[in-house]
């Protein structure tokens, strides 16, 4: 088991003429991922890595069944491929693409809630199950198959943080990067709950950063719905107020949205929070200790 | 992005919100000859972008054409939180008997548009929000409804019990709404929004936000963008692809991702060391973005060492390879560099920088702590 | 039993100020509709037949608990009436409003379905349940309680047809003027199905009318899917092709939508059509007796 | 209500949806000066709000000027189905390879704006639609979407292998569903748009058909309104509040409700009489649409009897009697009436009824049999 994604997902790639779809095609199939479409409009009837290019996402799903879609595609057409995606028939959407704007998210994440279609992203590095399915951009190799499910605002943090759960032998059920935007598809509450519902994954690592109250509210979930062991880590601890880092969502305004008020949030409800990277894996085998 | 309190009044009135009769001005005889104009008394108001300016006192009420002189030569060239003060905004002085507060904003949880409400207009909404949380009305937009009239209706009943008030309010935030989606805005505000004695609502300040993924289809908005010099650098950046944010330290930090170069400045501090700027090189790099990442870091005189922590993924570590090795070919670099490179093409790039023989550390925490040993040597 | 309205229904009125909202609610209530609220924005406070007015629909209902309305405002208001209504949380809303542009139709009809709301009309006389509650314009004196489900796109041919019923010996279970605009609320299909699933109603008449093709859809749908007996009736049989009669769904074009062609999709699964109105409840009576 | 194809195509225009260079000609004359204009061939096309035009003669090609100039004194001054042509479009001739038809209307079964496309254009689609329905593509568009890129998409890769048709494609289905909306439209046609020589797409023919219920936001629309005598009748009897059909009957009819009109019509031709029109007096009626509806009874001179049919509910019958009783006051009737009432208020009405004497009836069958009578004395 695992969530959202296994070997049976099939993959249509949206996108998938250019150059970064291309190239993590490539870098998915060699994975493993069952890739059996991509999307290029206009470019119907070619192939990329020896995948067949159509039209339409519908023309895909129909020839090919596909089941989930990723989007490589540029910022200001992102909004529209997801609705493409969704009105095609696909279960899940990825987007990758950066820099979508927020009312474009606004749109598509309402007309997906409308179809029951779950979306990760916009502006994230995709989601693995190890040794099973990787959608996006995550450097497989780095990934084992194992116990921890992850989620993460962050793309690069999470490799950093994976490849130290890695090292100390804990392996990963599914990892996904949730995307650091304003307007994003599935957040910590849906994944929380879909960790806990599945019998594979034994412990929780959630890593956060500073902006907006995401970090807060899954604490509130946690404490409300989770029964399997938690653990935090949360970027931007030394972040200057006012200033965005990078992410849509990395700013602290107004005194809210500090590193420090999410970890407290997190402690208070006996959810430990590394201080440093790695800390991290020591933490969580402390975690699952406690618990057997 | 953000623009001035007389700019986003001018979007206001674009659309039919009625707003005082006002003028910017940039030198004290302006100030005195709108005052001329409008007739006693004016408000003189600084344009800065920043918030706080009432505090600073920057917002002065002019009775007579001296005071006004006295506010302008006062208000002009002030600084309020780094910004100097090069225009005013001179409005003239209306009589009014109650303060509203309006905004609109995008709401993270319901992945909707929100529109908040407040009879306790006037002050700072952080304030209201922090002491008296109740007294802020919030409606999420359903995208697919839009600021329909019962929904404008529905909150304009929280504010008014007027009915003439009632039915200025709706139309005012439908108008609003519009503003907001038509400029890809991230925050419209008014504050106060105030009814005259005349009966009549009126936008007394404007607060515009916008969401810069989406200037590119917004050019009229983007034309109205004066960045500081800071933040010059920081467009200057984006143009080539990268997120620079200057900060006050001296290890110069190249990182890919927001969250692990937010991590990285945090694991610089623990040791006890200070970076000198958030630099994301973003995923799908070239070869170029790391020339000009090293170009925008050797610009910063601050900078005694540089720490390159790449984790590739989207990011190719070949490309940042290549990248860098091209840089230290084209430019002087006296400072030593520290790095290092794991995931996608790790091993290609680690070859690839093998020639320039730099020193490579193989986890975040030796990095900062290398990085920190030289630039205390 | 019955189906949509019951003696448990609460209703708000919405424009309950006018002159035909407050006519007509006098003749709900006075029928022993429980009218518990009105809407009428800048009249909150005031009362009509004694019925509380308040501004807003979600004002009534959190003071009432009204859980249905019904709305009587001017046609270019009607639109914002029924999104009001289903956002405020009433699970049926009956629109009477005649003249209501069919893109403020197409934009409610949408908004309801996505909130799970039910709607009657626009441009319909409302349904009753006769002796337990009337909602709409209809002359209660003409129904009687019984065993015959109606629905019907027409107003007053309605009245017609019930009263024809009632001095029969024919009462009805619940009688539903589902309107004659083209985009309209529950259609055919719908009170079909409730009409099935009603332990009280014995029989269904159908009583369309040129235009469309609901009757043909109403035919196959009760070919499927009804067991118990139907009656039809269709108005315009002599109605000269391409002229709008007052309906605006009520036109011939090409050749399609004649009452010829719905007389004949009935009849050819069983269901008889009365030619003239007097017909009808012989041909009811006639079903019945066969059932059994 | 309708408007005509040159009238439809400067809507078209004004959205940039390229059509053919023409000009709109009320005599030869000015067919001859537009024909010199464009150069030949020309198309010259009659103007007429009714189908089948092409079947009629009322559409010709002319390759001289001579050619131009028979052809528009043989359309202009045309007879087709009833409507007298006034008025002739001359279009530039244009080389085209390919027709497809598209078109937008209300579906009533997805209560949604429906988008039809095929293949087959240049012919009448409803041809289409009975010998090859699978010809024709049909496309529900979700009011929430509209027409997004995808979805336009969708519907040009079925048309169009060429890209770069498809891209023409996606911006002009864009444009024609934005025009849709803007103008309340229940249908708005293209057939035919064709591929021309030069490889680009250009509606060589529209069609645009208005919701009647929406016109009073539309006042540029209704201002393009060009009723026939008939249409004009109606149009007064509906600001009357009536709905009014002219048949060719002598049995005038005032019914309320379209579906009981329908029906009364039906009864009086079942035992064969002939209705004189349709007449739906409307619900909510006052006393003044009575007076209304028997002056306009009366103003057709066929009218040999008056068949008046109500079955109150939001009609009151006491409004319908004093508006009866007023109306015999003011005019001068000289033809049987026969009456029946019931529902809302019917005991009143007949009350007042009562003292003018006429006869009452108490079904619809015998009304019609009775008016039926009076007809044939």
């Known amino acids: 088991m695992s969530i959202l994604i296994n070997k049976s997902t099939k993959l249509v790639v949206q996108g998938i003429t250019g150059r970064d779809g291309s190239f993590h095609t490539g870098k998915m199939k060699a994975y493993g991922t069952n890739v059996v479409a991509g999307v290029s409009p206009g470019k119907g009837g070619q192939t990329v890595h020896d995948i067949p290019v159509f039209n339409t996402v519908e023309d895909a799903v129909k020839a090919t069944g596909a089941n989930t879609s990723v989007i490589f595609v540029p910022a200001p057409l992102a909004g529209d491929a997801i609705l493409e995606a969704a009105d095609a028939g696909v279960e899940l959407v990825i987007c990758i693409s950066e820099g979508v704007p927020t009312l474009d998210m606004v749109k598509a994440t309402s007309y997906l809630k409308k179809k029951g279609v779950k979306l990760i992203g916009a502006n994230c590095p995709g989601l693995i199950t190890p040794e099973e399915s990787m959608i996006g951009i995550l450097p497989g190799n780095i990934f084992k198959k194992g116990n921890v499910g992850l989620m993460s605002r962050s793309g690069t943090l999470t490799y950093l943080m994976v490849s130290l759960l890695t090292s100390a032998g804990l392996g990963q059920s599914t990892c996904v990067g949730i ?3 304003p307007v994003a598809g599935l957040y910590y509450q849906e994944l929380l709950q879909m960790f806990e519902d599945d019998p594979e994954t034994e412990a929780i690592v959630l890593i956060g950063e500073i902006g907006g109250d995401a970090e807060e509210r899954a604490a509130q979930y946690i404490k409300d719905h989770i029964t399997k ?14 200033k965005r880092m990078g992410h849509a969502g990395a700013i602290i305004s107004s005194g809210s949205g500090t590193a420090a008020e999410k970890i407290a949030a997190f402690e208070s409800i006996g959810v430990p929070v590394a201080r ?6 020591e933490l969580v085998k402390k975690r699952l200790a406690e618990r057997k | 992005m953000k623009i001035h309190e007389y700019q986003s009044k001018e979007i206001f009135s674009r659309y039919s919100i009625p707003v005082t009769n006002e003028t910017v001005c940039y030198t004290a005889d302006e100030v005195v000859a709108a005052t001329t104009k409008f007739g006693l008394p004016v408000v003189v108001k600084a344009q800065v972008l920043t918030g706080g300016r009432g505090k600073a006192g920057g917002v002065k009420l002019a009775r007579t054409i001296e005071e006004a002189r006295e506010a302008a030569e006062k208000i002009l060239g002030m600084d309020i939180k780094g910004y100097t003060v090069e225009k005013v905004l ?12 309006v905004g609109l904003t995008i709401d993270r949880n319901s992945k909707s548009v929100i529109f908040m409400a407040s009879s306790e207009g006037g002050v700072e909404i952080e304030e209201v929000a922090k002491e008296n949380p109740d007294a802020i009305h919030k409606f999420v937009i359903d995208p697919d409804l839009g600021m329909t009239s019962f929904v404008a209706r529905k909150i304009a009943f929280k504010l008014f019990n007027d009915f003439s008030l009632v039915k200025q309010a709706v139309d005012l935030f439908q108008k ?3 503003i907001f989606l038509d400029t890809d805005a991230s925050l419209v505000e008014i504050n106060p929004l105030v009814v005259t004695d005349a009966g009549n609502l009126l936008a007394l300040d404007g607060k515009m936000n916008f969401d810069d993924n989406a200037l590119y289809r917004q050019p009229a908005i983007e ?13 200057a950046a984006k143009d080539s692809g990268l997120t620079y944010i200057r900060l006050d330290g001296n290890i110069g930090c190249m990182v890919n991702g927001a969250g692990l170069a937010m991590a990285s400045m945090d694991v610089i501090k623990y040791f006890g060391g200070n970076p000198a700027n958030f630099l994301d090189i973003g995923g799908s790099s070239s070869p170029q973005k ?37 840089a230290l070919d084209q430019m002087k670099v006296d400072i030593p560099i520290v790095i290092r490179l794991s995931g996608t093409n790790a091993e290609e790039g680690l070859r690839i920088i093998s020639e320039k023989n730099l020193p490579i550390v193989n986890s975040l925490s030796e990095a900062a702590k290398e990085a920190i040993r030289l630039v205390n040597n």
């Not at chain 1, 440093?276 to 894996?281: A, F, G, K, R």
Request: a negative charge.
């Open chain 1, 179 to 181: 995307g650091g935007d």
């Open chain 1, 229 to 242: 062991p938690v653990v935090a880590f949360i970027a931007g601890q030394t972040a200057p107020p006012g």
């Open chain 1, 276 to 281: 440093l990277p790695i800390e991290l894996p």
């Open chain 2, 90 to 101: 001179v409005a003239e002085g209306v009589k009014f008997n109650s303060e509203f507060y």
């Open chain 2, 176 to 178: 609003l709404y519009q």
């Open chain 2, 223 to 235: 034309a109205l963008n004066e960045p500081d010099e800071d933040e010059k650098k920081e467009i």
């Open chain 2, 290 to 326: 790391v020339i000009d990442a090293m170009n925008l870091l050797m610009s910063d005189k601050n900078v005694k060492v540089i720490m390159i922590n790449i984790f590739g993924g989207i990011t190719r570590c070949d490309d940042v390879a290549r990248g860098l090795v091209t």
